[in-house]
């Protein structure tokens, strides 16, 4: 069963935009949320995260909502960059340190 | 973070025979792992492998299919064993953040293609 949906495959913005990337989750028993950008040929590079007892988590220009009741997170980026073009995962923590990713968000930062 | 190498990069192996791949790590961690990412798929978790222990591995994964070792702090080798095309993925380690155990900081990745 997918515990972690990802339902939007890919993402166009436009350069100095707000990009909004959004997850679902199955499972009440994560602890923390996090987000992930992968470049091509390069490992999974953390960005931000959260735990479960907030609802916000800002750093730069990325900042991470949670809405528990919704089991719902999003990571807004703003203003957009072309290097923030990737692959996003959200993923989550479960028990000892298990990280479940979902599929993925391919962003495209448009000039 | 910590500085997570992984050789080889990437590999075209027959079908058949194994890979090892290594993860080497700057500086001492408890906690290393092992996932998989297949083609157009998100990241799998294959074992846990902490120093001094058996590895743990997640349903599906066998130790007979991916052998792991660990023999010190900073560093470790997966093997994926009677290779078939079905293994064409990129195998990436991580380990646990320092500081921030929330976290796990990945390595490059070893792309294999198997013919």
């Known amino acids: 069963d997918q515990q972690v949906k990802q339902n939007s495959p890919s993402l166009s913005v436009q350069e100095g935009r707000i990009s909004i990337l959004n997850c679902d989750y199955t499972?009440?028993?994560?602890?923390?949320f996090l987000w992930y950008k992968k470049y091509p040929a390069e490992g999974p590079t953390f960005l931000i995260s959260i735990s479960s007892i907030k609802d916000k988590n800002e750093d730069g220009r990325f900042t991470v909502f949670l809405n528990k009741s919704a089991k719902h997170l999003s990571l807004h980026i703003v203003p957009s960059q072309p290097g923030d073009s990737a692959v996003y995962f959200c993923a989550f923590i479960q028990g000892a340190q298990k990280l479940v990713f979902g599929q993925g968000t391919r962003l495209t930062i448009n000039p | 973070s910590a500085v997570i190498s992984q050789k080889p990069s990437r590999d075209i192996c027959q079908r058949g025979t194994s890979l090892t791949i290594q993860c080497q790590v700057d500086s001492q961690v408890t906690m290393m792992f092992w996932y998989r990412q297949q083609p157009g798929q998100s990241l799998t978790l294959i074992a846990t492998?902490?120093?001094?222990?058996?590895?743990?591995?997640e349903s599906g994964f066998v130790i007979d299919k991916f052998p792991i070792s660990r023999p010190n702090l900073t560093f470790s080798t997966l093997t994926v064993s009677n290779l078939s095309p079905e293994d064409s993925s990129i195998y990436l380690c991580?380990?646990?953040?320092?500081?921030?155990?929330?976290?796990?900081?990945f390595g490059p990745g070893t792309r294999l293609l198997v013919l």
């Open positions: 991580s380990v646990e953040g320092q500081g921030l155990r929330e976290t796990q900081y």
């Open positions: 499972n009440s028993m994560f602890d923390y």
């Open positions: 492998a902490n120093q001094g222990s058996e590895a743990t591995y």
